[in-house]
């Protein structure tokens, strides 16, 4: 198997032995791979890991796009490839990929899934690993520039793009395939050295397909040749290519929702004989460059169809949350986030546009930088109040920084729960925050954003204010399941209040200062107990006319604003551990939730701690407070508790 992907590499023998080189050699220490879609870099990753396997290389291979774009969901897929124990320490992580007895060969495959974590991945983990490691990043975006103008990395970095295959190597490929030369010419013409699309053009061209017309840049070929090979397809085929194009990954549950008259079984057959779909760890995939074309013509032409679609997908991936493990939550967010047509979130947390601008965590020297935007943007008071911020909190500061290295803009984030009691006391928009969460409890779920400038427009929309807001999407991965609610701040409260609202942010303005003159209008969002995962299903869920009303996730034993249970008239306050229960419990009615998952998502430990007492304890508890209605807590024997909703 191994000889055969190096024998199956065509026109790419000068890139796989420049990678070689590479692997084996001293410096650099990352080689960043770049090409478009279908251009080949997987099938060139995959002949470089059985060219150098032999050669007492030891390759570590992550796909980002199967990995949640964060710190320790990175940390644990490579104790899993590495077969070490489960660790979200970067670290222990490190320490045990940098082994001093081999050469190590980390491979981060579709990293322009990694937007989020490219900052980190430059700044702290990279450098941490050992001298034996080396590293290629490989993706169809550009290197961001900070990798270039780095001191750190001067001499350390290097690229690689991966270019269409010429003429000859193109025909060659035919050729061996047993296509004649004539219509080899005609097919190359239209595929112009394309990998993807060369192949796509053998299927069709075998097939007894015509290979014709052409398209408008190198960008639009597989979309071209997807569509020729679609004409002669039967309807069955298409209808099915149309729905697993709206969907992240194809799956029996999903493709049998969409699509009810054609057996799942059958539908999965059909995708897999195609060219431009490829099998995933959780499903099949259609290539990116061919879902989106397709989805976008089933949309124009036939919207019905296509919102149809849509609901019976948002059913199932919604159905698969509510059931879904800790360790599986970040594949249903992904699926839900394929689904929302909401740009602004989408983008959020998928970026499609390159960006010259990069996010990291503010450096000591950075301060002056910091200290001059706000200074040309905010008076007197709002700048005292951010001097303290900087003062206590530092490091709650992140600034974006242009292609030449220069600070272009900033944002502040921090837990609410972290917030020094000078800073409160100096800083009157924290303390109208902090009565707003009067419990401990609360602010530790709570994360706020302070402020956010750009060095040209200040608080108006500009590429620093967009990075800033990508990046943000990484914070509230890392701080999920237990963060609810997100806070901040704008003196313009229209520049971005619409989009805000249809994220879920709402204006709460009533007890906020005046500083300098200028309201400082807040905006709050609520995700509810079931934290990132739970907001964006409910998005989804309202997009596509789904949305279930607040009583069908709630119950009338719990007032749940004022965390106290509703018996017989009276009102019984709850201990933050039984609220942290009864809520997750009541917001998955009738589900049986496992004992290891209310460890996780109430108390935030780790599944050794599930085989402790502490939830029958508080099981208990709660019975106890809910009296006559005590059997509405039930037991699942082996397996955990479940609530019944009662009358």
Same mark, same amino acid.
């Given at each position: 198997?191994?000889q055969r992907?190096i024998?199956a ?8 032995e ?8 001293d410096?650099?220490?990352?080689m960043?791979?770049? *090409?478009?879609p ?12 059985a ?7 030891f +390759? ?14 990175l940390c644990r897929a490579?104790c ?6 489960e ?7 490190a ?13 981060l495959?579709?990293y ?12 702290a983990?990279?450098p ?5 490691v080396r590293?290629?990043?490989?993706s ?5 520039p900070a990798?270039r ?8 970095f290097?690229?690689?793009l991966?270019?269409t295959?010429?003429?000859e ?14 219509s080899?010419w005609?097919l190359n013409?239209v ?9 796509l ?5 075998l ?7 052409? =398209?408008?840049?190198?960008?639009q070929?597989?979309e071209?040749m997807a569509?020729?090979f679609l ?10 290519v149309? =729905?697993?194009?709206?969907?992240r ?10 699509l ?5 079984d059958e ?6 004989a195609?060219?431009?779909?490829? +099998? ?10 061919v879902?989106?074309?397709v989805a976008?013509a089933?949309?124009s ?15 199932? +991936?919604?159905d698969?949350?509510?059931?879904a493990?800790?360790s599986d ?11 929302l ?5 989408r983008?959020?947390f998928?970026p499609? =546009?390159?960006?010259?601008v ?5 450096r ?6 910091i200290?001059?935007i706000?200074?040309k943007?905010?008076?007197p008071?709002?700048?005292?109040a951010l001097e ?5 909190h530092?490091?709650?500061?992140? %600034?974006?920084?242009?292609e030449h290295?220069?600070?272009? *803009? ?6 609410a729960?972290? +917030?020094?009691?000078n ?6 928009l924290a $303390? ?6 009067p419990?401990?409890?609360?602010r530790a779920?709570?994360l ?16 620093g ?5 990508l ?9 999920r399941p237990r963060l609810r ?7 313009d409260?229209e520049?971005?209040r ?18 300098d003159?200028v309201?400082?209008h807040t905006?709050?969002l609520d ?10 299903s ?6 596509t006319?789904?949305?279930t009303?607040e =009583?069908a ?8 604003? $004022?965390?106290?249970?509703l018996?017989?008239g ?9 609220? *942290?229960?009864?809520s997750?419990l ?7 939730v496992?004992?290891y998952?209310?460890v996780e998502a109430?108390?935030?430990?780790g ?12 099981v208990?508890? %709660? ?10 807590l039930?037991?699942?024997?082996g397996?955990?508790?479940r ?5």
């Amino acid at each position: 198997m191994q000889q055969r992907a190096i024998e199956a590499l065509a026109g790419r023998r000068a890139e796989l032995e420049r990678l070689e080189v590479f692997a084996l050699g001293d410096e650099p220490l990352v080689m960043h791979i770049q *090409g478009i879609p279908g251009i080949g870099k997987t099938h060139l990753l995959n002949a470089l890991g059985a060219s150098i396997g032999g050669k007492g290389v030891f +390759v570590v291979r992550i796909d980002a796009r199967w990995c949640e774009p964060s710190p320790a969901a990175l940390c644990r897929a490579i104790c899993r490839e590495i077969g070490a124990p489960e660790s979200e320490d970067p670290a222990v992580v490190a320490a045990s990929l940098s082994n001093a007895a081999r050469r190590t060969l980390l491979v981060l495959d579709s990293y322009e899934s990694f937007r989020l974590l490219d900052s980190w991945l430059r700044q702290a983990f990279l450098p941490s690993l050992g001298d034996g490691v080396r590293t290629i990043l490989s993706s169809r975006e550009q290197p961001r520039p900070a990798w270039r103008i780095a001191p750190a990395w001067r001499g350390l970095f290097d690229s690689m793009l991966l270019e269409t295959f010429p003429p000859e190597v193109a025909l060659e490929y035919l050729t061996s395939q047993g296509v004649p030369e004539d219509s080899a010419w005609e097919l190359n013409r239209v595929a112009r050295g394309h990998p993807l699309a060369l192949s796509l053009g053998l299927a069709l061209h075998l097939a007894g397909g015509q290979v014709r017309g052409s =398209a408008a840049t190198r960008h639009q070929i597989l979309e071209h040749m997807a569509s020729l090979f679609l004409e002669d397809a039967d309807s069955g085929t298409i209808q099915v290519v149309q =729905a697993a194009c709206l969907v992240r990954t194809a799956t029996a549950p999903l493709l049998a929702a969409m699509l009810p008259d054609i057996p799942a079984d059958e539908a999965l057959d059909r995708l897999r004989a195609l060219p431009f779909v490829s +099998v995933g760890p959780h499903g099949l995939l259609v290539h990116e460059a061919v879902r989106g074309p397709v989805a976008a013509a089933l949309k124009s032409r036939d919207p019905a169809r296509y919102q149809a679609y849509r609901r019976a997908a948002s059913q199932v +991936v919604r159905d698969q949350y509510r059931q879904a493990p800790r360790s599986d939550l970040w594949r249903c967010t992904a699926d839900v986030l394929y689904l929302l047509e909401n740009e602004n979130l989408r983008e959020g947390f998928f970026p499609s =546009a390159e960006s010259p601008v990069s996010v990291e965590p503010a450096r000591a020297d950075d301060g002056t930088s910091i200290a001059s935007i706000i200074q040309k943007f905010d008076g007197p008071q709002s700048r005292q109040a951010l001097e303290q911020w900087w003062r206590y909190h530092p490091d709650s500061f992140f %600034v974006v920084r242009d292609e030449h290295g220069e600070v272009q *803009g900033f944002y502040q984030a921090i837990l609410a729960s972290k +917030v020094h009691k000078n800073v409160m006391e100096r800083d009157p928009l924290a $303390a109208s925050w902090a009565k707003d969460l009067p419990r401990s409890e609360d602010r530790a779920a709570t994360l706020w954003l302070r402020r956010t400038l750009d060095r040209d427009t200040g608080e108006r929309p500009s590429p620093g204010q967009a990075a800033c807001w990508l990046d943000i999407k990484r914070t509230y991965l890392e701080l999920r399941p237990r963060l609810r609610w997100v806070y901040t701040c704008y003196g313009d409260a229209e520049l971005y209040r619409r989009s805000f609202e249809q994220l879920g942010f709402r204006l709460v303005d009533e007890g906020r200062p005046v500083l300098d003159r200028v309201m400082q209008h807040t905006f709050r969002l609520d995700m509810g107990v079931d934290s990132v995962d739970g907001w964006l299903s409910n998005l989804l869920a309202q997009e596509t006319g789904m949305a279930t009303s607040e =009583a069908a996730c709630s119950s009338p034993l719990l007032d749940e604003q $004022a965390r106290e249970l509703l018996v017989n008239g009276s009102r019984i306050g709850l201990t933050p551990m039984e609220f *942290g229960l009864f809520s997750y419990l009541v917001a998955r009615p009738n589900k049986a939730v496992a004992r290891y998952e209310l460890v996780e998502a109430v108390w935030g430990y780790g599944k050794e701690a599930s085989t402790s007492n502490v939830v029958e304890a508080v099981v208990r508890s %709660v019975r106890q407070k809910l009296g006559a209605h005590r059997e509405a807590l039930e037991t699942v024997r082996g397996v955990g508790y479940r609530y019944r909703p009662t009358a």
